[in-house]
């Protein structure tokens, strides 16, 4: 392949990864959950997690997939973390 197209598919990704990335900062946004709970639940610090969804560290398929799920909002046949906490303490 030649650099030219080998730019354009790096530059792909790179927009690719911009938008998953805006789209988490979304998702952690409407879940109304805060990112150190997040974070902990990842086993992870707040700052990493800040960092990843800021482009500054590398996230993992898992730790996208992973927030996803702890807010609710993964395609994961699962109840969205809110509606099973309330189960919880209805108990």
């Known amino acids: 392949m ?5 730019k354009l598919k790096e530059e792909k990704e790179v ?5 998953v990335k805006k789209e988490l900062q979304e998702i952690i946004l409407e879940s109304g959950l805060k990112q150190k709970w997040i974070a902990d639940k990842l086993g992870i610090t707040e700052s990493h997690l800040s960092r990843m969804l800021n482009g500054i560290n590398v996230m993992s398929k898992r730790h996208e997939y992973n927030i996803k799920t702890i ?9 969205p973390l809110i509606e099973r906490m309330s189960e919880v303490i209805s108990g």
């Open 2 to 6: 030649s650099k030219y197209f080998n």
């Open 15 to 19: 927009k690719m990864e911009l938008e």
């Open 71 to 79: 807010c609710g909002f993964s395609d994961a046949p699962v109840k």
